[in-house]
């Protein structure tokens, strides 16, 4: 294949299938400049911004269409686009479904709490909207460059949105922290992800895995340091990303200094992405592909060969061994196994012990977010010990954790909303300070109550669903691969569980049970919009407890193609 031929190929690949499964992002992309020329062009249409947003996020989740990917039999395998570079699949549509209904639900809250101003809200939506842009890219990740930009896109403008209170020094303080301690683990990934790829000599992430079977079936452990210890410096950037201890410093101390509204972003979408690309990463680097799609035609060579035949690409690279299967990567799916366990085992326990003594709601909701992340990379352990063995229970253990993040939406959603409103009327973050509300708002403690229980895991709510069934995939995966620690993490989430029920019911205690200040409190209606809205993101947590049959079957087809 020559230069024009290579150039015709990429040009048909592009426009004859990549662009269009590729029509979200672009309308995120177009939606971005279409509010730059509208503040620029239309400055007294400060409003405008909002319904801008609205429209170009409802447009880019009707093209994402989960509703009708996710159906039984609609995709028979992942499809590679814009030459491997990324991937469809139904993970990557239910992924990006999830983190565009966020950023609809989000708008709509950073509306009705009137945060941003409205001569920042161009400014606002335009971070809002790029971040959800690299975030999408990293739920469809299939190369190392794609998993960097859209790493990069996603925390930059993170970086300028913890310090959109320019006023005050705490903000400017969290944005500050928040840009030097990502930079640093942004860098460190890059050099993880630069052993790596000239370890295997592919940045191709189906490629990477092959060629890691391949040094292992060889017997070769020559590279066996350089792999570790790129392995541990990705690892290092997804903990900061998820909030991971012991990477997870930042995050008290920026969600504190942030809006309770870019708190919500940052726990929700931020935490759902990074977590969507582990399990790329850790199932990618666990598991050998019957084929390796790199989207390229096959006699584009990767490897020469020493005659005059057509150099062979990796398709028959591996082919060609013949004994290349996923028992091959059993090291590297202990070693993730091992590394994702004790990460998560920490996360947990860390983030309910430090929450006790908080007496800020952002504060106390930050340890939290961390604890939840501890919770979430447990059926990442879960699914990557299956891989091996019984590949039906891997998908599913991942279908538990897309089930967890689509009820962990509304929980820390509304969480952040209560305080969001709260700090609009009562005018402070304090716990302390919410004393007596119930006396003059019982249907906002109400919803409090709602959300507070779930995110603890109480029945018959959606949190403890969401629980249930994390946990039931860890008891598979002890059951299956007899791993002993599998089980021990199941007893640390269930002690966690018990745990985190104090310092959630010390915030409905003060809410309920404390006397009302002399001064009062001001009055939040659910007929009014913050009543509405706290009403509108708690009620689905009581519906998704009794009837989950719907999340829980769109979860299943997310992962129904990540180990085929």
């Known amino acids: 294949m020559n230069f024009y031929e290579l150039v015709q190929y990429v040009l048909d690949d592009t426009f004859g299938h ?54 039984p039999g609609v995709m028979s395998r992942p499809t590679p686009i814009f030459t491997g570079m990324l991937v469809f699949d139904p993970f990557a549509v239910y992924m990006r479904g999830l983190l565009l209904f966020f950023a609809l639900l989000f708008t709509t809250l950073t509306q009705a709490s009137g945060m941003p101003r409205r001569e920042d809200a161009a400014e606002f939506y335009v971070l809002i909207l790029g971040a959800t842009l690299g975030m999408c890219l990293m739920v469809s990740a299939n190369h190392m460059l794609t998993v960097f930009l859209g790493f990069e896109m996603a925390s930059v403008p993170g970086y300028v949105l913890a310090g959109m209170l320019r006023s005050r020094r705490r903000s400017s303080e969290a944005a500050l922290k928040f840009a030097v301690f990502g930079a640093g683990a942004a860098g460190i990934m ?52 998820i909030s991971a201890v012991p990477f997870h410093f930042w995050t008290p101390d920026v969600f504190e200094g942030a809006t309770a509204e870019v708190a919500a972003f940052l726990s929700v979408a931020s935490k759902a992405a990074a977590l969507a690309l582990l399990v790329r990463l850790a199932i990618g680097f666990g598991h050998v592909e019957p084929t390796v799609p790199t989207g390229l035609p096959e006699p584009i060579a990767l490897v020469s060969s020493e005659t005059d035949q057509e150099p062979a690409g990796p398709l ?43 007496t800020n709601i952002k504060r106390l909701l930050a340890y939290s977010t961390i604890a939840h992340a501890g919770y979430m990379m447990m059926p990442v352990a879960a699914a990557v010990a299956l891989a091996g063995d019984d590949t039906a229970r891997a998908r599913d253990a991942v279908a538990s954790l897309a089930f967890y993040l689509g009820v962990y939406l509304f929980m820390n959603l509304g969480a952040f909303a209560l305080a969001a409103f709260l700090r609009n009327t009562v005018g402070s973050e304090q716990i302390d300070d919410y004393a007596g509300l119930v006396r003059r708002s019982p249907g906002l403690v109400v919803c409090a109550g709602v959300i507070f229980f779930s995110l603890i895991g109480m029945p018959p709510l959606a949190g403890f669903a969401a629980k249930f069934t994390i946990f039931a995939a860890l008891f598979d995966a002890y059951r299956v691969t007899s791993g002993g620690y599998l089980l021990v993490l199941l007893f640390i989430g269930a002690a966690n569980t018990v745990l985190s029920l104090f310092y959630y019911l010390r915030v409905l205690k003060v809410m309920t049970l404390s006397p009302e200040p002399e001064r009062g409190l001001p009055r939040i209606s659910l007929a009014s919009v913050p009543g509405a809205y706290c009403l509108l993101v708690s009620l689905p947590l009581v519906v998704l407890g009794v009837w989950w049959d719907g999340l829980i079957v769109w979860a299943g087809q997310a992962a129904r193609l990540l180990l085929y």
Request: with cysteine; glycine share 8%; charged share 15%.
């Open 18 to 71: 990549s662009l269009r499964l590729f029509r979200p992002e672009l309308t995120l992309a177009a939606t971005i400049v279409a509010l730059l020329l509208a503040s620029m062009l239309l400055r007294r249409w400060k409003s405008g911004s909002f319904y801008v947003t609205i429209v170009g996020l409802a447009a880019a989740l009707y093209f994402a269409a989960p509703w009708a990917y996710l159906q």
């Open 190 to 241: 890059l050099y993880g992800i630069s052993l790596l790829v000239g370890a295997l000599g592919s940045a191709h992430l189906p490629t990477m895995a092959a060629q890691l079977a391949d040094i292992f079936e060889s017997g070769s452990r020559e590279r066996d340091t350089v792999l570790v210890l790129g392995g541990l410096m990705v690892m290092v950037g997804l903990a900061f990303k």
């Open 316 to 358: 028959s690279m591996v082919a060609s061994r013949g004994t290349l299967d996923s028992d091959s990567l059993a090291d590297a799916r202990r070693f993730i196994v091992g590394l994702v366990v004790l990460l998560s085992a920490i996360t947990c326990t860390f983030g309910n012990l430090a929450a006790y003594g908080q």
